[in-house]
């Protein structure tokens, strides 16, 4: 049997996490969040003095980088070396290059790569920018999740995060390779002035109107 992938993308806190946590916890899927790779091997260049732009220096680190993608309760988990650099991925100064990381070619095709093997394992909800333009451009369950850049920024200064959204957007907006854009086959959601349960009611609705079937939502 093949198994499924939901792909949820939009930009800087538009609550992809959370509406993937909240499907795969309802459908019974493995959530996997892209970014925290993304974040993962910015964290290690920065820890070894790589600088972010500079391509080359950034493709020999890589080469030499071990990246473990797993799971663990259900949902992704990211080591580099062996090492799981927990909270550090969110820190500000990951925040503030890992654009520029995600720009280079040779880091998306070594993740893009891991992302796909996801698939082996089971029936997924992936999020992150390209997922249903590049990892799984043939899967019909798409959905781009979108808010205001005010309720985004507002969201981000909750959690604590000295994060600017609005030049992360830019940035992964404008890039050559895997640009964040809305894929003509994905159903669009904003959620500006919805809470995240009632976001997660109107992508259970939108998955069941591009046919995903399950228990669960058979009973809706
Ligand atoms: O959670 P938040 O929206 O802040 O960001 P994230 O999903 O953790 O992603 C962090 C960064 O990784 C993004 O700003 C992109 O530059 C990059 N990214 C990407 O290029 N492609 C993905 N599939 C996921 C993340």
């Not at 503030?96 to 992302?115: G, H, N």
């Not at 969201?155 to 957007?169: F, I, L, Q, T, Y």
């Not at 959601?189 to 399950?214: F, I, Q």
Request: glycine share 8%.
């Amino acid at each position: 049997m093949t198994h499924r992938a939901i792909a949820i993308d939009g930009p800087a806190a538009s609550g992809k996490s959370t509406l993937a946590r909240k499907l795969a916890g309802r459908l019974g899927l493995i959530m996997v969040n892209t970014g925290e790779m993304y974040r993962a091997i910015t964290w290690e260049l920065l820890r070894c003095g790589v600088d972010p732009g500079d391509r080359a220096a950034v493709v020999e680190a890589l080469a030499g980088m071990d990246l473990g993608c797993g799971v663990r309760a259900g949902r992704s988990t990211v080591t580099v070396d062996g090492v799981d650099p927990g909270p550090e991925l969110r820190s500000d100064e990951v925040n503030a290059r890992v654009s520029e990381v995600a720009a280079t070619p040779e880091v998306r095709e070594r993740l893009v790569a891991l992302q796909r093997d996801y698939l082996k394992l089971g029936d997924v909800v992936m999020e992150g920018r390209d997922i249903g333009t590049v990892v799984f451009p043939d899967t019909p369950f798409k959905i781009y999740i979108d808010a205001s850049e005010r309720v985004r920024s507002a969201r981000r200064e909750a959690d604590g995060e000295s994060d600017s959204v609005g030049r992360r957007d830019q940035a992964d907006s404008s890039r050559r390779t895997a640009p964040l854009r809305v894929a003509t086959d994905a159903a669009f959601l904003d959620n500006s002035d919805l809470d995240a349960e009632e976001t997660l009611d109107a992508a259970l609705r939108l998955l069941a109107e591009k046919g995903w079937k399950s228990t669960d939502l058979m009973e809706r």
